[in-house]
């Protein structure tokens, strides 16, 4: 039997080897395998790349809005309500008094047919002088202070170096922005023959610039924490020139014995001043995937802050009084 060779004869008759259609199948199987593995490996790889990219960035997002608010609280600049605005509150208080003497004894006779008359109640203080506010507000989802800062920041150079810093949280953008402004408004000063239209005068624009300091916030809150007889407590909004935490007013009634000594007490009380720290909660999503978020807790502690809690005197404590919204 003649020997039969399988393969494909060149053109000097020689037979050269090929492969069959079974082995071919064989190597592109093992090919597409291969290639697949290589696939499925650089896919996960590039998806937890960018997995961590994103998750990076979120982390990212919160630790530059931690470590800028522990900054900006180092700087606090804060002056109780009664150390400054002395002049201005002095004016206030006058015409207090030139209103109340007013709705008592009317005009002075002959008063509206005296053209040479002035009505001192023409000139209100609040439009001539000029004001400044250091003191701290806070919310839940806002809260502005004065912060020193001589060589930093949009608004650097005025004066006192001073500047209000207000944080903000906006739910419809999702952002938390920064604003910044002087801390006093330079009132207009009308001429000597509009001090009778004082109360249509309206201070200046205020110069404010605004920036985005943080995206993709889904929640963000603020507490204020506070020392108050013997325990550490958390408050969702703070003025720092009101008695509300730290001093609250007692109560009594008009016609209690003891009105005179609790009214007095009251007056006397220290405000809430600063508070000793800001607790703030914080929810960052990721800008592609908003239900993979990060979540934080971060303590700001003001270093410039005093405990002015004030124990009820005894005599006050004795008799049965309590102080507002808290109980003995």
Known sequence: MPNIQHGISNAQGKTTAGVTLLELLVAVTILTVVMGSLYVTMR????AYRDG??????????RSLTDQLTREARCVFYKSYMTYNIEFRKKML???????????????????????WVDPLGYNPAQFTHQIDLGFKGEKQEFMFVRYQPTQGDIATQPWALACVTYKYDPAKKTVVRREKPVFVRPKEPSAGQLDQAAEATPETEKETEET???????????????????WLEADRWISSEHQFRNPPVECEKDDPMA??????????????????LDMDLTVMEPDNP?????????????????????????????NHSRSGRTQ
């Open 260 to 277: 005179d000594r609790i009214r007095q007490y009251n007056e006397s009380a220290p405000f809430d001043e600063l508070p000793s720290y």
């Open 53 to 62: 990219v994103r998750s990076a960035a979120t982390l990212q997002t919160v």
């Open 291 to 319: 239900k993979r978020t990060v979540s934080a807790r971060h303590l700001v502690l003001f270093p410039t802050a005093t405990e002015t809690y004030m124990p009820v005197p005894p005599d006050i404590e004795t008799s």
């Open 94 to 116: 006058e015409r207090q008094l030139l209103e109340e003497q007013r709705r008592v004894n009317g005009l002075p006779d002959g008063a509206m047919n005296n053209p040479n």
């Open 44 to 47: 996960t790889a590039m998806r």
């Open 213 to 231: 300091v943080a995206d993709n916030v889904s929640a963000f809150s603020l507490f204020y924490g506070y020392y108050y007889d013997g325990q």
